[in-house]
Structures are given as structure tokens and as C-alpha cells.
């Protein structure tokens, strides 16, 4: 049987049907001697040294089962035992052997980019047996080249410390029918954010961003830099948007960089590096700029399309609009409106102006976001019909001014007229004056008349 080192081992020894009367039960161990013996009084008896984690359950003594439990099990206690157990002149016998199963690394906490081994240990090495490697429950050998069996044995894999192998590996054992297995945990000291060199960050053109570059914690790496790298892979000035000043308000150990004002331009790849206990540690990191692109609609009635565009849209399997509305009291809510890269609206009201976003997903899950805020464009989408608007109020009210001043102008020639006309013949003018007060009398006169005699 295996048992993993540090764990509790269970050496069954059971008898059916269990003894009536009281029997004599005695745990030994090749070269070594008694290792656990219960007399027919009931008495128990330890050999040197075991005492604190060998026993033998009282409940399952009686039931026939003399099975052995030996807590926190070293690789010394490797071997083979033997169960006895005499009930008067009957005796059975029954021997098991122990395995012991242990995962170790050297060295213990490897700097990423130097050597390391994985070693899996069996005691006593099982002949014909086979074995698989795995690196948080999934096979990583033989189902990948990338480590290396040495010395011909199954049990030690060679390879380069690197990020990606942090985690628990586990050494399985497969001996005919039995099984064992046995995991440690392994901390590379480096880099450990970005973890790959395949990272991607993700930012809106115009946002702040963080590119980060995160040692082991208690690490203190020196000649530490960032560069930005070009297609061939040679070093490139950082953009002036890139803020290495805020360095100095990080612990040692965080290297990262903020770039205050993402440009258009910025996008690209990045490499931070450091030299730890004298190894030069780096990670290279791609940023991925995204923003909206709108077309230029002549007229208020002309359909407007929204793109969402990445630097590099590899990783991305699909796109979200998403609409963005918010309440009186400033409570977001948001609702998709459909599927794709490119938004087509018809015409731009006060149903569909105001704030989008557009979010870009990969295989697993969202990967970020961009905004982009609508407007009733009235100076650029309806100058058209704005102007033709402000031509026709304009000619209509000249139209208007210029027709009140002709009426002026001829009611001043008339007075003009009747004035010079006075002046020349005043004694026309008496006797029109009297000619219209003598009418006036007789009309009075005569609506007098015509009271009295009703």
C-alpha cells in the first residue's frame, strides 16, 4: 500500500468474524520488532518511539478490526509489517507493505530562470511501476515535453524555475492496481504579475492605466527598467504619458508603472526587468489601446455608425453595445442593444444620444471596455437646415421693415402735399372748414328730429 509522507497511514489487519474471547493482537515490523502488542488483559505496549502516533482504536477491537494507524508517517517507517492476532490456539497472520510517497524540490524556492529539480521518492521504489506528473490537477508529463526525466528514472523532472509552474504538483504512482500519490507546493521567486509573457492590458485611449510588473513579496530587485520594444524586439524611448516617478511611493518588490493619459499611439509591447540574486529577471507585456470611432454625418437626417477599435482585436471573440442611461438621482442602469464591432444608428434623437459603451469579450470572459458619448450634434449634423432656417427669417423681416418705411414715406408725402397745398389757397381751406362743420349741424339736427317724432 502507499501513503503519502506527513499523512496518517492506515495498515488494515480486520478478522471475521471477530473474536468471542479476548485476543492476543501483536504489530511488528521487519528488523525492527514490536511496533504495537495488546495483551489478553487488555494492556497496550509500544516498541521505542512510537508511542505517540501508533495506535490501535478500542471501537474497532472488538469488532475484529486491528487495523494499524500510524499518524504523520515518515519516510524511515517505509517497510513491511505484520499483523498477528492469536485467539487461544488459533492464529492468523497477515503482512503489508508500506510505501511511503514524497514530493521535494531543490532548491526549495528556485529564482525564476535557473535550474530546478521535482523529485518524487518511494519507499521501497515499487519495480514496474509507472509515473505521471501533474500541476494543479491537470498532467503536465508525459503528457508535455517541457520537462526533463533525468538519471532514467521516473521520478525526477528537471526544468527552468518559471511563473508559470508555481502551484501544487503532484507525483502519481501506479503499481498494478495500487495507487499513491503525493503533492508539494512550489514558489518561484521572480516576476509573479504578469505571470506569462503573453499578458495583455487592456485601456481606453484618453484613461489612466497601470502596467504591472510585481515581484515576489520581500524581494528587492535591483538595476530594475522598463523599455518598450519595437517589432524586432529592440529598445524603444517610453512615451512621455508613461509616469516612472511613481516608482518611488511602491515597496521594492512592485515595480509598476502608471501612464497617466493612455495616447493612440501607445500601444504596443513593454518589458520590465530586474536582476535578482544575480539572475536578470524579465516579463514582457502587450498594451492594448481601444476607442470608439464615429463617422461625420452632413445632416441631422444622416444614419451615424460607431466602431469599436483595438490595437489588436486577436484575443477578442465578441463585442457588446451596451446602452448607459442614468436617473434623476444618478443611478446607472444600462441595457445591450446588440451584438458585433460596428453600431449603425439611423438617425441620432434623444431616444439613442448620450452615453454607449462598448465591451469586448474573449474566450474567458470579459477582457474591458470602451465609452463613447453621442451627442445631438445641431452645429455640425443640421447646418443645412439651420442656415436655410435663418436665411428665410431674415429676408422675411427685411421684407417686413422695408414695407413699414414705405408706408412712412408715402404717409409723409401726403402731409407734405396737403401742407403745401393749405399754404397756397387759405381761403380754400376756410370755406372747406365751414362746408364740413354745416354738415356736421344739419346731421346732428336731423337725428334730433327723427328722436322727437318717434
Not at 500510524?70 to 492464529?91: A, H, L, N, P
Not at 515576489?216 to 523599455?227: C, I, K, N, Q, V
Not at 482585436?313 to 451596451?322: D, G, K, R
Not at 428665410?392 to 421684407?399: P, Q, R, S, T, Y
Request: proline share 5%.
Amino acid at each position: 500500500m502507499f501513503a503519502e509522507a506527513g499523512s496518517q497511514a492506515v495498515l488494515p489487519c480486520v478478522c471475521r468474524p471477530p473474536s468471542t474471547s479476548a485476543a492476543v493482537v501483536l504489530w511488528s515490523k521487519d528488523l525492527e520488532g514490536t511496533v504495537w502488542r495488546k495483551g489478553k488483559s487488555g494492556l497496550e505496549h509500544w516498541g521505542i518511539g512510537a508511542a505517540q502516533r501508533v495506535r490501535c482504536p478500542h471501537s474497532e477491537v472488538g469488532a475484529g478490526d486491528y487495523s494499524l494507524y500510524i499518524k504523520e508517517v515518515r519516510e524511515e517507517e517505509s517497510g513491511e509489517y505484520t499483523c498477528t492476532m492469536q485467539d487461544g490456539e488459533k492464529i492468523l497472520s497477515k503482512r503489508i507493505l508500506l510505501r511511503v510517497i514524497k514530493v521535494s524540490i531543490s532548491p526549495p524556492a528556485p529564482v525564476e530562470g535557473n535550474k530546478m529539480t521535482i523529485t518524487c521518492s518511494v519507499s521501497p521504489w515499487p519495480q514496474e511501476a509507472t509515473v505521471s506528473w501533474m500541476l494543479n490537477e491537470k498532467r503536465v508529463y508525459p503528457d508535455s515535453a517541457d520537462y526533463v526525466l533525468s538519471k532514467n528514472q521516473a521520478s525526477v523532472l528537471e526544468s527552468k524555475a518559471s511563473a508559470g509552474m508555481m502551484g501544487n504538483w503532484s507525483c502519481v504512482m501506479h503499481k498494478g492496481r495500487k495507487q499513491g500519490k503525493a503533492t508539494t507546493a512550489l514558489t518561484v521567486r521572480g516576476i509573479v504579475n504578469p505571470s506569462s509573457a503573453s499578458a495583455k492590458v487592456y485601456a481606453e485611449v484618453g484613461s489612466a492605466v497601470t502596467l504591472p510588473c510585481v515581484f515576489s513579496t520581500g524581494l528587492t530587485p535591483s538595476d530594475t527598467a522598463w523599455e518598450r520594444l519595437d517589432t524586432s524586439g529592440s529598445a524603444l524611448p517610453l512615451p512621455p504619458s508613461f509616469n516612472l516617478s511613481s516608482l518611488l511611493s511602491l515597496p521594492p518588490w512592485d515595480r509598476s508603472v502608471g501612464v497617466g493619459q493612455v495616447g493612440q499611439g501607445d500601444g504596443g509591447r513593454y518589458r520590465c526587468s530586474g536582476t535578482v540574486e544575480g539572475r536578470r529577471v524579465t516579463r514582457e507585456m502587450q498594451l492594448v489601446t481601444a476607442q470608439v470611432l464615429s463617422n461625420s454625418p452632413s445632416t441631422q437626417k444622416a444614419p451615424v455608425s460607431l466602431t469599436c477599435h483595438l490595437s489588436d482585436a486577436s484575443e477578442v471573440t465578441e463585442y457588446e453595445w451596451v446602452r448607459v442611461t442614468y436617473d434623476l438621482n444618478g443611478t446607472q442602469s444600462e441595457s445591450s442593444v446588440q451584438k458585433g464591432r460596428v453600431l449603425g444608428i439611423n438617425r441620432v434623437t434623444d431616444r439613442n444620444s448620450g452615453e454607449w459603451a462598448c465591451r469586448f469579450h474573449g474566450k474567458e470572459g470579459a477582457l474591458g471596455s470602451v465609452t463613447y458619448h453621442l451627442h445631438l450634434m445641431s452645429g455640425l449634423m443640421g447646418d443645412n437646415e439651420t442656415g436655410s432656417s435663418s436665411n428665410v427669417a431674415m429676408v422675411a423681416g427685411l421684407g417686413f421693415f422695408l414695407l413699414v418705411l414705405l408706408l412712412v414715406l408715402v404717409q409723409m408725402y401726403r402731409n407734405y402735399r396737403r401742407r403745401k397745398l393749405i399754404l397756397l389757397y387759405p381761403a380754400l381751406e376756410n370755406i372747406v372748414h365751414t362746408i364740413a362743420n354745416e354738415r356736421e349741424d344739419r346731421e346732428r339736427n336731423r337725428v334730433k328730429e327723427d328722436e322727437i317724432s318717434k
